[in-house]
Each structure stands twice: as structure tokens, then as C-alpha cells.
């Protein structure tokens, strides 16, 4: 196991949510790092979808403060909690890749596959699917940075997620 920064914040998600990561063995501890700070990143989103609250601390954690990846996770969060919704299920994660990026930084890449995962009205709680098919595929694209006040900790500055990602995810 790696051995990193002091814990982020706890992001218990309810019995009805799953986010679960395909195994991805890498040699080098800061790919292996940033690959396991960019998963964190994504399950921050999840999370504060399930918490309903765009403010989460959980994706300020993992973002590099006023980054895009930051104004992602927030706008992301808040069309959920704007619309009165959640999500249950599990999103699946799979075919990471950790590559070289700008100056000391990492490019991780990865898919999520969201085919079981429904909306949930979160004033009823009465869920519902989405289409099935390609919709469900999202490719990642994380630009991933070292923190500069935490030891062993990486920061995502830019997210960029392709939906209808057949071509990549299928």
C-alpha cells in the first residue's frame, strides 16, 4: 500500500451508492499516487452529488484551489442538487493510464461506466434509469499536480470528461 498525505476527507457514501475501481498496479510510487488521487477526485463529485452540497470539501480537497477541476466538481454537483436529485447504483471505473503531463504533473486517464447507475428524486426518493447504451460511457481526462503544502498528496487542475465514449470506454 502507499504510504501518502494524512488522510483527505471521509467520503462515506450511503448503502444504496457504490463507486467502485478496476486494480491498476504501477511501479512508480508518484504514478501510482496520482492515479490514486485522481480516483479520490472522481469519487469527490460522486460524493457531493450523494451529500447534496456543491461546497463539498471533499473535491476541494483533491482540486487545485480555483482550478477548473474545481469549477467542475461544483457545477457538477450543483446541477444535481439544483434539479432536487441524487444518484444510487454503482459507476464503475476502469482501463486507467497514468502518462507524463506538464512540467512534474501526470495526465491520468480513465472510464466510468454508469449503465448502473439510476437517478434518485431525492425528495421521494423514487429513482429512475437513464438510456441505456453509449450515454453511460464517460472517458477522463485528469491533469494531476503535487500539492505544494501536502507531501505525497496530487491535485486535479483539469478534468475533462468525453460522454458517449464507445470509441475509448467500449
Not at 448502473?116 to 428524486?121: E, L, M, N, S
Request: with cysteine; hydrophobic share 30%.
Amino acid at each position: 500500500m502507499l504510504s501518502g498525505p494524512p488522510p483527505g476527507p471521509e467520503m462515506k457514501l450511503p448503502a444504496d451508492l457504490k463507486v467502485t475501481f478496476e486494480e491498476t498496479k504501477l511501479k512508480d510510487p508518484d504514478q501510482a499516487a496520482a492515479l490514486r488521487d485522481a480516483r479520490l477526485y472522481a469519487k469527490s463529485t460522486v460524493f457531493g452529488i450523494a451529500e447534496q452540497d456543491p461546497e463539498s470539501e471533499a473535491y476541494g480537497y483533491y482540486a487545485v484551489p480555483g482550478s477548473q477541476a474545481e469549477k467542475y466538481a461544483k457545477a457538477r454537483i450543483g446541477v444535481y442538487v439544483d434539479g432536487g436529485l441524487t444518484i444510487a447504483g454503482e459507476r464503475q471505473h476502469s482501463r486507467a493510464e497514468v502518462r507524463p503531463g506538464k512540467k512534474d504533473g501526470y495526465v491520468v486517464t480513465f472510464c466510468s461506466d454508469e449503465s448502473k447507475v439510476k437517478g434518485k428524486h431525492e425528495a421521494s426518493g423514487e429513482t429512475f434509469t437513464g438510456d441505456p447504451g453509449p450515454t453511460n460511457l464517460w472517458h477522463w481526462t485528469l491533469d494531476m499536480v503535487p500539492s505544494p503544502k501536502i507531501d505525497g498528496l496530487w491535485l486535479t487542475q483539469e478534468a475533462i470528461m468525453k460522454g458517449r465514449a464507445s470509441a475509448e470506454c467500449g
